[in-house]
């Protein structure tokens, strides 16, 4: 069974309360110990300094008989003096003296080697009628004679003293408990108060309101630190569902625009009779829009599939001068349509590690792109090489003299969906998927792409990948 309570802040308060009986625990007993130390303390020098006077009172009676001179009854120092109790004895052990207050009985047997070892010694002990007493031994000579005088109190009213001590603090031990609970329990619910609102907020937030934010009173302190994050955490997400709803959008328009123009050829296909001639070219056209659907497809594909990080590459090691030729003689019928020349330059023996397939897509669409947009008999550069600068990686350049791209547009044109329609058809172009592909490609295999280009004077792509 679960006893331990759920809520932290009862939890929290049971802490509290624990930790204080400990170290009220702990005080108790170290200020019981202190003061019964000190009383030991006050009773010993009370017992030497009484041991003194006792020491000029005792007297042999000519019979040979010990006695005590009893004057001092009526100058008595302490009150503790009153209950005095005193045993003389000779070297042999022989009692010689014992006052009324022992009634007889003994403060312990023959003399012991450890009283004579230091000047007063002090020894605890409970004589036989059940008192415990602290006894000071002390040798001195009476007339002459050499006798241990043991002089004795009753530790009784230290002990009461004590109890005394202890019943006043355990009394107010509770009560200072049952504050310190009260008081736990107060504040850990402040304390804890931001955390409740945090929660309280956080559950209103549904996806249609992803734009709400949690408040942040001390950015400095733990739980500012905590609505910090979880605001972090709430921008994040909904970014990214701006950017999943944009995409929804951009995909469901641009896959309205091939459909509609399917179904108007066919439309128009049907409103009369055509020739067979006529028919093919109407089937033309729309198989045309249908590949280029499908490659559309294709490729929205390929985006879900690295979005979902489910994309593996499949690494190899290769030349990439190779991978350059094969992408030049993918694109070289449509060049040699605009009677555009491609140059290729570069160290053939330069390697990299790449899944083929993927590094192939973005070569080809960046050559693609810049045949595309260049003008007929423009030329494009291709140059390979390996750049020592910072790290080793392969530089792969590819320069056309196309109308080039505005800076302002220069990280956009790497968005999905994005196309710089300025002047360019878009028969021309594509759904402004390749260079967003192109860039997940490269980024996939640790490089980068940058962007250099002027505007009227072309456009230069560079891919950067580790060398191997
Ligand atoms: P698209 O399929 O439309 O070519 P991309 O993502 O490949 O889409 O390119 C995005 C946009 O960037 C294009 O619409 C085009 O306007 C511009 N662009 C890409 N490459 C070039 C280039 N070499 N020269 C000029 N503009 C380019």
Redesign the pocket.
Known sequence: MHIWPTYIRTRLTLWYIAIFSLIMGLYVSAACAIQYWELNEQLYHAEVQDMETVEGLLYFTPDGRLLLHEEYHSRPGSRLLLDRLMEVLDPNGAVLFRNEKLNGLALGGPPLPQEASVSHYASRMRIADGRHVLVVSHFHPVQGKRVLIRLAYSTEPLRRRLIELLVVLMLVLPLALIAAGFAGYRVAGKALNPLAAMADLTEQITATRLSSRVPVENPNDEFGRMACVLNGLLERLEEAFQKLQRFTSDVSHELRTPLASIRSVGEVGLQQSHSDAEYKDILGSMLEEVSRLTSMIDTLMTIAHADSGSIQLNRTVFPLMELIEESVGVVDVLAEEKKQTIFVAGDSALSVSADRGFLRMAVI??L???V???PVGSTIHILLELSTQERRYVKLA?A?E????PIS?ASR??????????G?TRD???????????KWSVEAHGGEILLD?ELGR??A?TIRLPAV
């Not at 196309?402 to 791209?405: A, Q």
């Not at 968005?415 to 300025?422: A, E, K, N, S, T």
């Open positions: 669409n960046l693609d792109n810049a595309k947009y260049s590819i056309d196309g109308p080039g791209i547009e044109v790497f968005d999905r969906f994005y196309r710089l329609d300025g360019r021309e172009g594509g759904a402004g998927l390749g260079l967003a592909i192109a280009s072309g456009s792509f």
